[in-house]
């Protein structure tokens, strides 16, 4: 079993830059690949990146390809989302999601969410 919870969201300018993290407890962290994921008013929820066990593999959505970057911290049982460049239509829920299945650039979210954190990008 993991808990996760985000912070970091916020009120943006279009162009600007935010840093979403995502803080886990429970056992076995560092066994799981971590993904981001966002959802939109009244629009299905999309997949915004993915970070290998070990860090040492990233995928992204793309729709935010080169201005977004996912990174981990298994010491501090942490994943990061550094959010560039930020434009309106990125405003949205975002959480973070562990235990699911990274093969081959694929990621299927796994069971594991948290409960969100909100950005709000305007133009």
């Known amino acids: 079993q993991v808990q996760l919870v985000e912070s970091g969201g916020g009120l943006v300018q279009a162009g600007g830059s935010l840093r979403l993290s995502c803080a886990a407890s429970?056992?076995?962290?560092?066994?799981?690949?971590m993904g981001w994921f966002r959802q939109a008013p009244g629009k299905e929820r999309e997949f915004v990146a993915v970070?290998?066990?070990?860090?040492?593999?990233?995928r992204y959505g793309d729709s935010v390809k080169g201005r977004f970057t996912i990174s981990r911290d298994n010491a501090k049982n942490s994943v990061h989302l550094q959010m560039n460049s930020l434009k309106p239509e990125d405003t949205a829920a975002y959480s973070c999601n562990a235990g699911g299945r990274y093969v081959s650039d694929r990621y299927d979210a796994g069971p594991f969410w948290g409960q969100g954190t909100q950005v709000t990008v305007s133009s």
């Open positions: 970070i290998s066990w070990n860090g040492l593999s990233t």
């Open positions: 429970g056992r076995a962290f560092s066994n799981y690949a």
